[in-house]
């Protein structure tokens, strides 16, 4: 008889942790526990010990307050990271992680796939169908109808696991985030004039694909300078050109030969993102405002709002740990607005063509609250140089 532990934060995923005890103590031959079962007058740590000592497998809940140590160092460490820790280096217990609400896995547990639940938009039956098939548990009976009865039950559905993240081949700091197909919405409202390609408010599924962390530094881009003698316009000023600083001054058509460049050496697709590819990515799967939520706060990324920004571009990683983004990107609004492919007018997503392409974050000369609207398009010619406050990241296609 199977027993299964649920590990869980309490600020955050609760719900979902009883939702899922219930429905495995529903199934014969399995039970399983949260700790909301703990008696009166029992050491809590004593009998979560003994209950992951017990267990033939932990079920561990993703969600932000797991990182809560990450956005404020005044923050004690979740408890959860404890429970990890003891099941998997003391108990060796097997552990399946689910992504229950977006955010970065913990150190410990970065190398194992993980069940996304809220990426794949999965509900509470598939999860526990793809949590039965990785535990090899067969629900031959089912002892009450909290699961709700299906036509024809799959007994070992796919796995479901994220795909192999692309190779890195340039300098620290550069990872890839991956970002699940999901959809965004936006409207005429979202352009900054009347030639942008919206005329009617427009819903748009997004298939899943990886993007870069940061946006593209100084240092990443001087190995393409190095190869190609092709400099941005900004790239002798000392006061722009640190290693760690976003590189700026590049026209969209030098973005476009860096991702091609980029390609050649990773073996990847590698291309600018396209403007829908960008908002998904900012708004996470709740169509936030913002890249941290419903709320203007300055203090969470670089520009002028209020005439007190530094009025120049900062580190990429500055503001990393100001707030948990739900695919773990940074600088999704402030430092420098990014180059896409989408060409302004038509909507169309080329990598040739002299037509105004798509911009979208803020920068570092932004003094209005809505340029860091996720959805905020901005058209920009494809020919300009001379910007300080324009740079790209980049994407890989899946």
Not at 23 to 33: L, P, R
């Amino acid at each position: 008889m199977p027993h299964i532990f649920i590990s869980y934060a309490k600020k955050d995923t609760r719900d979902l942790a009883i939702r899922l005890e219930e429905a495995f103590n529903a199934i014969d031959g399995v039970t399983a526990w949260v700790d909301r079962s703990m008696r009166a007058g029992k050491s809590w740590e004593i009998q979560i010990q003994k209950e992951i000592l017990r267990c033939d497998f932990m079920v561990m809940l993703y969600s932000p307050d797991i990182n809560r140590h990450l956005v404020d160092d005044n923050m004690p460490e979740s408890y959860v990271l404890t429970e990890i820790s003891y099941a998997k280096y003391t108990a060796r217990k097997p552990i399946i992680p689910v992504m229950a609400q977006r955010t970065d896995p913990p150190i410990s547990l970065t190398m194992e796939h993980y069940i996304d639940f809220i990426g794949m938009g999965l509900t509470l039956d598939d999860l526990i169908d793809a949590l039965c098939f990785e535990m090899g548990i067969l629900k031959s009976g089912v002892k009450s109808n909290i699961l709700t009865p299906k036509p024809s039950v799959i007994e070992t559905p796919p796995k479901i696991i994220m795909p192999t993240k692309p190779k890195i081949v340039l300098p620290a700091p550069f990872d890839w985030c991956y970002i699940p197909e999901g959809q965004v919405t936006f409207e005429p409202e979202n352009g900054d004039d009347t030639n942008f390609y919206a005329k009617k408010q427009i819903t748009v599924d997004v298939p899943a694909f990886w993007m870069s962390k940061y946006p593209i530094t100084n240092k990443q881009y001087q190995e393409f300078v190095n190869e190609t003698g092709k400099k941005p316009y900004y790239w002798d000023d000392s006061e722009w050109n640190r290693d760690d600083y976003p590189v700026v001054g590049m026209t969209w058509y030098d973005a476009v030969r860096f991702c091609e460049w980029l390609s050649n050496k990773t073996g990847e697709k590698i291309m600018l993102p396209t403007d829908i590819m960008w908002q998904r990515a900012a708004q996470g799967d709740d169509g936030r405002k913002f890249p941290w939520g419903n709320t203007w706060d300055g203090s969470l990324c670089n520009t002028n709002v209020g005439g007190n920004g530094v009025q120049k571009t900062t580190p990429v990683s500055l503001y990393e740990k100001k707030y948990i983004h739900p695919y773990g990107l940074v600088d999704m609004a402030g430092n420098i607005r990014e180059l896409c492919m989408t060409i302004y007018k038509t909507g169309e997503n080329q990598s040739i063509g002299n037509d105004s392409r798509v911009l979208m974050s803020s920068s570092w000369w932004d003094d209005a609250e809505d340029a860091s609207l996720c959805t905020l398009r901005v058209s920009a010619n494809p020919d300009d140089m001379k910007f300080g406050d324009r740079g790209f990241r980049v994407a890989c296609y899946i």
